[in-house]
């Protein structure tokens, strides 16, 4: 019988407490913070509960010790950037973290001096959506307590059917409502970017509560003038269902870690012949850009994303900065709260529409650069990985995913989406400059 998972968001400045075992838990997600500086993370099976408070002190220090590391050692610990053959981090020095405080208090230093050396930008933030007033309020409310406080909030009402988000925003004073007919996830992130006015534009997704410090670590992460996209991390806001906790352990949810990676040519030329790994910079659901990047490569290609493709408008955009010779940055202190499907049906469907749009953009990025690493994963890398899973499957061995049979009609589907839509004009729309 499933218990759901409980999330403990632990501050490191308070002293730690023994975690007890609960009946109606299946197990924990603790999450490990300084103020407001995510660090590191454990997950505990109930069976492993309970825990005397000196055992969470290890446990914490384990979990934290390479972000700490990467923040005050003068290389950094090696960040898991996505390589052909990853190599192992250097293993962490526990003995320089026996004594918590010092060494998280300079980190915290660090983080703020960031903050207050970046340049002012102006920052707009869109959240499109379509039919989920419910979600869109818990999503608003957690805007509007953002500090500090972006130049505008938008949101984009993609093809309503009613006017229930309307009231919803209406209901929010300082939110502007803006219509867009034309269904299609980034039609709606296009409209959103025509009528923002902010020198970077931020993007969430109604389904997710934004961390009260958000907007400002995204912008602190622009201080570099080569940055021209920034993703952060996000979060499970709730582990109560199957389908929820299935796809925050099988398919590691949406997080990146907690050490910033920058992402740059260097890194797209070394990857280019395998397919750059694009998808591992991050999610839509939490995203920001300079204006200007719009200006320079269009905006979202309109045949990708939720409502066409099925997903991947995300990578797509940030594989055209990464081959234009701009650089993208993870900046895991910039949070939001994802809120997974809750049903096995609905994260089956997510499957397939993420590797439906998944194939659509390798075809779309051959397309536009002709880089053939592309064509190698959608036709050799994918092809063997998915076949070696129905072996298993056939063999009754472990380690085969329930929604393998999902994820590979995802992709023959890619493959016909792209041929009915490779010649669809003006899919990568003009953003011109604001007047």
């Not at 992130?189 to 025509?194: E, K, Q, V």
């Amino acid at each position: 019988m499933f218990k759901p998972w409980a999330i403990h968001h632990i501050d490191l400045r308070d002293p730690l407490s023994a975690l007890e075992r609960s009946p109606d838990v299946g197990g924990v997600v603790l999450i490990f913070w300084w103020a407001d500086i995510p660090l590191g993370r454990r997950d505990l099976e109930a069976s492993q509960l309970p825990i005397p408070a000196m055992q969470l002190r290890e446990i914490a220090l384990a979990a934290i010790t390479p972000t700490v590391g990467d923040y005050l050692m003068e290389h950094g610990f090696r960040g898991p950037m996505p390589e052909k053959k990853p190599r192992p981090d250097a293993p962490p020095d526990f003995d320089a973290l026996r004594t918590l405080r010092q060494p998280l208090e300079q980190v915290q230093a660090r983080v703020e001096q960031s903050a207050a050396a970046a340049p002012h930008a102006s920052v707009s933030v869109v959240v499109c959506t379509r039919e989920r007033p419910d979600d869109l309020r818990k999503c608003l409310e957690s805007l509007r307590r953002l500090d500090p406080a972006p130049t505008e909030i938008i949101v984009v009402d993609n093809a309503p059917r009613s006017d229930a988000t309307r009231r919803v925003v209406e209901s929010m004073p300082g939110v502007r409502y803006v219509v867009e007919p034309q269904p299609g996830l980034s039609v709606a992130r296009n409209t959103g970017l025509r009528h923002s006015i902010g020198d970077l534009v931020a993007f969430t997704d109604d389904d997710v509560l934004v961390h009260a410090g958000w907007v400002g670590r995204l912008r602190a992460a622009f201080a570099e003038p080569a940055v021209m996209a920034v993703t952060g991390l996000i979060l499970p806001a709730e582990l109560d269902t199957p389908a929820q906790l299935y796809f925050e352990q099988n398919h590691a949810g949406f997080g990146r870690g907690y050490r910033a990676l920058s992402f740059d040519l260097g890194f797209f030329e070394r990857m280019r012949r395998y397919a750059v790994p694009v998808w591992q910079l991050g999610a839509g659901a939490n995203m920001a850009f300079r204006r200007r990047v719009f200006e320079e490569v269009g905006g979202f290609d309109e045949r990708l994303g939720a409502g066409a493709s099925g997903c991947s408008e995300d990578s797509e955009m940030w594989y055209r900065i990464l081959a234009g010779g701009g650089h993208c940055r993870y900046e895991p202190t910039a949070v939001v709260h994802h809120v997974h499907r809750r049903d096995i049906e609905g994260l089956d469907n997510q499957m397939y529409q993420y590797m439906r749009g998944h194939i659509t953009a390798l075809l779309t990025q051959f397309e536009e650069h002709r880089h053939v690493g592309n064509l190698r994963r959608a036709f050799l890398t994918l092809p063997h990985y998915y076949g070696q899973g129905v072996l298993r499957r056939v063999r009754k061995k472990p380690g085969v995913p329930a929604s393998l049979g999902m994820q590979i009609r995802g992709c023959v589907a890619g493959f016909g989406y792209y041929l009915r839509h490779r010649t669809d004009a003006d899919a990568v729309p003009p953003i011109d400059p604001l007047s």
